[in-house]
């Protein structure tokens, strides 16, 4: 036997027993259906809510995920994302918003000043213009010139917050504690496409014009239907370097699970980053075509919400790598 043929038969055999592991794995990965709706953090379960109501009709996932994520950016108790958002070091409200759909149609806002729903301008960015971003006093001016509204985001209570911090104005992201928090959505509808939406006040008292991962199409959202669609959430800064979620989608077109694809990008972020990662929170979010999901997280704390016609919004604890 010549020298290729025997390699040709190894890789072969290397293959075969590596599809065989894949298959046995697809056994014990809970399976999918459409439609479903998963978001981050516990607030998703408000926000999966008014998501189903437009899945549960036979809506379109992009709806759902607009509709869904209105529920935090509108409630003025969460102090990570809309109304409410913890200021830049400035005493200023500057959101983050990206939005994609079944047909790589994407829209972002950065540093939005003044907007209650970024996640509708993205949108609009999206359907009427010829661009995927618009930032700042752009940003802003395309708003109104929608007809969306100038409102005040800073509310009484994160005034006093900020007023409160920056007597010692200490800038350090602590885990799962307030200072950060981003919903982001992801939506397989009836007729099986995918949808994701991501917005935020980005990380609490951040410096003036500090843009995040959250409305950076590839690092805090990305969907491709014939595969499937990822989000993140914690500090931007370590999901940009490694363009996270469009990683854990490719990762998942190699065949990985939602969970694993997850998990191998915080891998990631602890490779490039060994000892800050132990400091920092990341968490992915992940949704397959067939609706099968998973989440991983660089420490323990980050909680996502799945609703579908198996699993009654619920709340679970991602795996995390600490
Ligand atoms: N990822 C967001 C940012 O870096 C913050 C967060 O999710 O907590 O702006």
Not at 214 to 221: F, H, Q, R
């Amino acid at each position: 036997m010549d020298s290729t043929r025997r390699r040709f038969i190894k890789t072969t055999a290397a293959l075969a027993s590596l599809l065989s592991l894949k298959s046995l794995a697809a056994r014990s990965q809970p399976a999918g259906s459409a439609p479903t709706v998963i978001s981050t953090w516990d607030f998703g379960k408000g926000a999966n809510e008014a998501a189903w109501k437009v899945l549960s009709a036979k809506g379109r996932a992009l709806d759902a995920v607009e509709q869904g994520v209105w529920v935090p950016e509108g409630d003025p108790k969460e102090t990570t994302v809309g109304l409410g958002g913890a200021p830049d070091r400035e005493g200023r409200v500057t959101l983050d918003a990206c939005i994609m759909d079944e047909n790589a149609n994407c829209g972002s806002v950065l540093c939005l000043e003044h907007i209650v729903h970024p996640i509708s301008v993205a949108r609009k960015v999206m359907e009427k213009t010829p661009h995927v971003i618009l930032a700042g006093d752009g940003a802003l001016q395309f708003a109104l010139a929608n007809g969306f509204k100038k409102e005040n985001l800073l509310t009484p209570e994160s005034e006093k917050a900020w007023k409160a911090w920056l007597k010692e104005a200490k800038y350090k992201p602590v885990a799962n504690i307030e200072n950060h928090d981003t919903i982001g959505m992801l939506a397989l509808d009836a007729s099986s496409n995918l949808s994701g939406a991501c917005t935020t006040s980005g990380m609490a008292y951040k410096m003036r014009g500090r843009v995040g991962d959250s409305p950076i199409i590839g690092a805090g959202l990305f969907v491709d239907n014939e595969v499937g669609a990822a989000t993140s959430t914690g500090v931007g800064e370590e999901v940009i370097r490694i363009c996270g979620s469009h990683l854990v989608v490719e990762l998942m077109r190699q065949g990985n699970f939602p969970q694993e694809a997850c998990e191998i990008a915080v891998k990631r972020i602890v490779k490039n980053q060994p000892k800050k990662s132990k400091e920092i929170q990341v968490g992915f979010l992940a949704l397959g075509k067939n609706g099968e999901y998973g989440a991983y997280a660089l420490q323990p704390g980050f909680t996502y919400a799945v609703y579908s016609n198996e699993v009654p919004n619920t709340i679970f604890k991602a795996p995390s790598y600490y």
